[in-house]
């Protein structure tokens, strides 16, 4: 706990600026809280612990850790001697032509995070229109119009014209939601199919947030996977295996409608660019069809397991949603983490889990820490992983 002990000093809030790492979403004083290596699906504490990790960096790792082609790709712009310059880099062309023809889209702007290319998607929307109004369904990052629908709101005193319920008005200018969150049968498909084109019907321009389901599902985006058509998608996560970069990507019409503001000194930061490439094309050279299989097919045997203690695992196979806040997760967290396997309520299965063949020694991990459980053998060495704040 030395180095938590050293954060909680100099970080604001006592610890890191990304709520989903902080010790109190783990088994807080069982779980390590710091990270000092990884490779593929491992992890080493600061202790030196190795663990199979199944958070996947809070789905930023598609490929897994440290892969040697993404790893070549960045060294290679490395010597070049360029990271950010003073005029746009020839590969901030030439992944934006990669990203249109893999994505299917018109145009795209680079930009950092999630939360950036959430933000600017709306901007660009209501530039194009002129509207007030903007629907928003699900979690869009931290900016002030998606926090002032998300407790805790503290802090923002501003009135924004944003509603989280599907009601079009003369004034709604935009509907932003979660391509996909955890629900992937066809009732959710078609009601979100049917919210789309009513958006069309009304000249509501329509954004898919595909921050953390590019590069994890079939086509490599909902949006062309099930032939959606949405006007503007945001890209961010894996799309370049680790390193930070967003995308806002859609129809030419739109990204184009006037000179809106949007501008980020890294946007078209080189090393991550190249980063995005290689994984890109390390993806096509695979199949996300069989990655997605495999992960289905761990997830439910995983459930079928951990049920009985009433620990869920909710989603699809690449990217799921463990309820940590049940008090026998968290045993489970707790006896699996001291086999070596890491689990948090935010759960992916990439590449590097397939390629490493884990799978059946990862499930007689959880088997033998639920059959403890059950018998009464293991009892809460830490505390209750906590929710930072409501989806």
């Known amino acids: 706990m030395k180095l938590q002990s050293r954060a909680e000093k100099v970080l604001a809030q006592k610890s890191t600026g990304t709520n989903s790492k902080r010790p109190s979403q783990f088994v807080d004083g069982v779980y390590p809280t710091h990270i000092v290596k990884a490779d593929r699906c491992y992890v080493w504490d600061e202790d030196g612990n190795k663990h199979i990790d199944f958070i996947s960096g809070l789905g930023t790792q598609s ?15 490395l010597k070049k001697g360029i990271n950010t310059s003073s005029l746009p880099d020839v590969i901030e062309v030439e992944c934006a032509e990669m990203i249109c023809d893999v994505f299917g889209v018109d145009k795209i702007r680079f930009l950092k995070t999630g939360n950036e290319a959430t933000a600017a998607a709306i901007r660009i929307a209501r530039s194009f229109n002129q509207k007030p109004q903007v629907i928003s369904e699900g979690y869009h990052g931290h900016h002030e119009m998606f926090t002032s629908l998300t407790p805790p709101s503290i802090g923002i005193k501003d009135a924004f014209k944003i509603q989280s319920e599907f009601t ?16 992937v049968s066809d009732q959710y498909k078609n009601t979100l199919t049917k919210k789309l084109q009513a958006c069309k019907d009304q000249n509501v321009v329509t954004i898919l947030d595909e921050v953390v389901t590019g590069s994890r599902v079939p086509e490599l985006s909902v949006n062309k996977w099930w032939k959606l058509d949405a006007d503007i998608i945001c890209l961010g996560k894996g799309i370049a295996n680790g390193y930070p970069l ?8 739109i990204m184009d409608c006037s000179e809106y503001f949007v501008s980020s000194t890294f946007s078209g930061e080189a090393i991550s660019l190249a980063a995005c490439m290689a994984t890109i094309k390390e993806i096509q050279s695979r199949s996300l ?11 439910e ?15 699809y196979g690449t990217r799921a949603m463990l309820n940590t806040t049940h008090p026998q997760t968290g045993l489970l967290m707790q006896e699996c983490i001291k086999k070596g396997v890491m689990l948090g309520k935010a759960f992916f299965y990439n590449f590097s889990h397939m390629e490493e063949n884990i799978d059946q020694h990862v499930l007689s991990v959880v088997q033998d820490a639920v059959d403890r459980i059950q018998k009464g053998k293991v009892s809460l060495e830490g505390k209750v992983p906590q929710e930072t704040f409501k989806r």
């Open 63 to 77: 490929l897994g850790y440290n892969h040697p082609k993404v790893n070549e790709a960045v060294l290679k712009q």
């Open 168 to 183: 079009i008005s003369n004034d709604t200018s935009c509907y932003i939601t979660e391509s996909l969150y955890l629900d």
């Open 246 to 253: 967003s995308v806002v990507a859609g129809k030419k019409e």
């Open 289 to 299: 069809k069989a990655l997605f299989s495999q992960a289905n097919q761990f997830m």
């Open 301 to 315: 045997d995983f459930s079928k397991i951990a049920n009985p203690i009433g620990t869920t695992l909710e989603g």
